[in-house]
């Protein structure tokens, strides 16, 4: 079970806008920057947003980070098939001393 | 180009060791901490071990805690993970990772272990 909790899958059709929840607690979100990634299978994750909300070089800004207390969302708009991958949340945990992940999103575009 | 890239994966029985490798290239290796993630079959990502970039310090998931060494050689821009007393729970693509700020910004493609008789 991960320490922080996305939801396992979320569908939306093209053009629509749709958000992914990541939930954890005051030692790991609310204590420290929330960073999003991008799976296609059989690759490496690519980094999204880092910081909450700081987006990479090359990253079209369809893609957009926000925190919350202890909760932080990804939210992709004028979705894309192209889209339709996992996406997972992390951050640092302070009382772990150690690095956490979500479970992952799987994105499905309808 | 910014180029992380593993090997040394392979086959091991349980209770074997195996070391890793991730050669970067395309950025000043020394400046960055590096970190090693791994991703079970089917499953999510699970963090591993990271090593800072100045003064060595090292971190450890609970799960390879005693059992997992990483280290790095900065002069030839490499970062290792030594696995000893494998178990079949770690089988695992294991990606290497560069960290920058509070994020890692770069990815390799993987190298695939598989502990098992």
């Known amino acids: 079970q991960s320490v922080l909790t996305q939801p396992p899958s979320v569908s939306a059709a093209p053009g629509q806008r749709v958000t992914i929840s990541c939930s954890g607690s005051s030692s790991n979100i609310g204590k420290n920057y929330v960073s999003w990634y991008q799976q296609f299978p059989g690759t490496g994750p690519k980094l999204l947003i880092y910081?909450?909300?700081g987006r990479p070089s090359g990253i079209p800004d369809r893609f957009s980070g926000s925190k919350s207390g202890t909760s932080a969302t990804l939210g992709i708009t004028g979705l894309q098939t192209g889209d339709e991958a996992d996406y997972y949340c992390?951050?640092?945990?302070?009382?772990?001393?150690?690095?956490?992940f979500g479970g992952g999103t799987k994105l499905t575009v309808l | 180009e910014v180029q992380l890239l593993e090997s040394g994966g392979g086959l091991v029985q349980p209770g074997g060791s195996l070391r890793v490798s991730c050669v970067a290239s395309g950025f000043t290796f020394g400046s960055y901490a590096m970190s090693w993630v791994r991703q079970t079959p089917g499953k999510g990502l699970e963090w591993v071990s990271l090593?800072?970039?100045?003064?060595?310090?090292?971190y450890y998931a609970d799960s390879v805690k005693g059992r997992f060494t990483i280290s790095r050689d900065n002069s030839m821009n490499t970062v290792y993970l030594q696995m000893n007393s494998l178990r079949a729970e770690d089988t695992a693509v294991y990606y290497c990772t560069k960290k920058k700020g509070d994020a890692f910004d770069m990815w390799g493609q993987g190298t695939k272990v598989t502990v098992s008789s």
């Open positions: 910081e909450n909300d």
């Open positions: 090593i800072s970039a100045g003064t060595i310090r090292t």
């Open positions: 992390g951050t640092w945990d302070s009382s772990l001393s150690a690095w956490v």
